[in-house]
């Protein structure tokens, strides 16, 4: 079974970047489609991203869209989220997820595994 631990969160102005990591263990990831969500301050953890078991197909929030990239190594047992123009409502705990199939979802039920969270403070 994978297990998932995030890092790379940090405290970073707004316009910047940060490149989160999603180590896994386990010999089976790449079985696993991977998925990032958030949860900001006060409210319901969030749909940030998705990728798939080979990495050839991401989907994104369209609060997201077009400034995350998704991306994985299989072969180093990672998932990474790419987060560039980062803006003040970006702030949130980041978590990884993993779901036994070739495709991801949108929706937390669906996913097996979490990781603990890293936090990301976008300063204005």
């Known amino acids: 079974q994978v297990q998932v631990v995030e890092s790379g969160g940090g405290l970073v102005q707004a316009g910047g970047s940060l490149r989160l990591s999603c180590a896994a263990s386990?010999?089976?990831?790449?079985?696993?489609?991977m998925g990032w969500f958030r949860q900001a301050p006060g409210k319901e953890r969030e749909f940030v991203g998705v990728?798939?078991?080979?990495?050839?197909?991401?989907y994104y929030a369209d609060s997201v869209k077009g400034r995350f990239t998704i991306s994985r190594d299989n072969a180093k047992n990672t998932v990474y989220l790419q987060m560039n123009s980062l803006k003040p409502e970006d702030t949130a705990v980041y978590y990884c997820?993993?779901?036994?199939?070739?495709?991801?979802?949108?929706?937390?039920?669906?996913?097996?595994?979490w990781g603990q969270g890293t936090q990301v403070i976008v300063s204005s």
């Open positions: 997820a993993a779901r036994y199939a070739k495709y991801g979802s949108s929706r937390e039920n669906e996913y097996d595994l």
């Open positions: 386990g010999r089976t990831f790449s079985s696993y489609a």
């Open positions: 990728i798939n078991w080979t990495g050839s197909s991401t």
